[in-house]
C-alpha cells in the first residue's frame, strides 16, 4: 500500500533532500498538501528541510501499541525543523541523553515490528 505524498517525501528524507512545503506567507506545512493549512493559499513550494531540528517535546514508551511492540523501550519525539514540527522516533542516543533542547539530524529508519518505514531522528553531528 502506498501514500501518495507522504511515500515520496519520506523517499526524500531518505535521500538526503527532506523539504516542506512552503505558502508565499511562510508558513510551513508537510505533505501531502494542496493548500497551507494555516491560511488557505493554494500556491505551495518545496523548500529544503533544515539539516537539524530540535526536541521540543519527548516521551519514553515502555509499553507500545501493537505496531511497536518489538520497538519498546523506545523514544518519541516532537522536534523543529524550521518553520515545520517533525514526529519521530529517535535512534542512537539512549534514552536518558534526550532532552529538550537536544539537536537531531531526521532519516527514514525501519519499524521492527511491521517493516515499514518511519522517520527517525538521531544525534546531529557536532
Partial sequence: MTDTGYDEWLAAIADGEGYYLACPDGHGSLPPRRSCPHCGAAE???EPLPATGEVLTF???HVPAPNFADEAP???AVASFGPVRLTG????LPADEVDLGTTVSVGVGENATTDERL???RPASE
Fill in 44 to 46: 505551495l513550494t518545496e
Fill in 59 to 61: 516521551t519514553e514508551v
Fill in 74 to 76: 523506545y523514544v518519541t
Fill in 89 to 92: 522516533v529517535v535512534r542512537d
Fill in 119 to 121: 522517520v527517525v531522528f
